[in-house]
């Protein structure tokens, strides 16, 4: 089934401890983008990534990092969290052969940092 | 960027037809109509996409007006599975390559 997996699904942390949000899709898509979601503000790019080893920032990147060293996965990393963090994170991809194909979504990650 | 308008929340009845409606009055030439939703509990997923000529798929129909400042996303037959946020999205085709910029969105409510 063609698919974006996320993990974990649920994670409470506390600030400061570096966390990873594993993001992996097997439809062979060169692009692949991280967002996250806040009541109110709707959904916001943090980072995207064009293909392998091409990372770009999005709309709110401070305090992320992101990592394409394979096609299929994009790790989202939080070195030191706050609790500005605290949110729900989705991770997308599509095929890069045209800007207009559809956009696949993860399930979510919903971050709690105390 | 062109912006979108939605409204806040409709409602509608089981097995009967949904217009969702979208106002885009400022958009350009070269920005494409996208709807996307959002389950309870999941990540968005695509709906449909169009530029100037009325667009059908599995999923819905999207209709677009003539000089393209409005557009409404038709679903022919709601189940409670379509209960969803459904957003309205604009894309310019020179620059809409990055990003799905999402506004609010129209909760949509089925009653059984």
């Known amino acids: 089934e063609a698919q974006v997996t996320q993990n974990p699904r649920y994670l409470i942390t506390v600030t400061g401890k570096k966390l990873t949000v594993t993001c992996s899709q097997n439809?062979?898509?060169?692009?692949m983008s991280w967002y996250r979601q806040d009541p109110g503000l709707g959904l916001r790019q943090i980072y995207y990534?064009?293909?392998?080893?091409?990372?770009d920032k999005g709309d709110v990147p401070e305090g992320y990092k992101v990592s394409r060293k394979e096609k299929r996965n994009f790790p989202l990393i939080l070195e030191s969290p706050s609790p500005n963090q605290t949110s729900l994170y989705f991770c997308?991809?599509?095929?890069?052969?045209?800007?207009?194909?559809?956009?696949?979504f993860g399930p979510g990650t919903r971050l709690t940092v105390l | 960027d062109a912006k979108t308008t939605q409204p806040n929340s409709m409602e509608s009845n089981e097995e009967e037809p949904v217009h969702l409606p979208c106002n885009h009055s400022?958009?350009?030439?070269?920005?494409?109509i996208h709807w996307y939703r959002q389950l309870p509990s999941q990540g968005p997923e695509y709906v449909i996409h169009?530029?100037?000529s009325n667009v059908n798929n599995r999923m819905a129909s999207l209709a677009i007006a003539e000089d393209r400042k409005s557009s409404t996303l038709i679903l022919h037959r709601a189940t409670l599975r379509d209960a969803a946020v459904y957003y309205c999205?604009?894309?310019?085709?020179?620059?809409?390559?990055?990003?799905?910029?999402f506004g609010q969105g129209t909760r949509l409510t089925i009653n059984p």
């Open positions: 400022t958009i350009s030439g070269t920005d494409y």
């Open positions: 999205i604009l894309r310019d085709v020179y620059q809409g390559a990055q990003k799905l910029v």
């Open positions: 169009g530029l100037t």
């Open positions: 990534s064009m293909n392998v080893e091409v990372t």
């Open positions: 439809m062979n898509h060169e692009y």
């Open positions: 997308a991809s599509r095929n890069g052969q045209g800007i207009f194909n559809e956009q696949f």
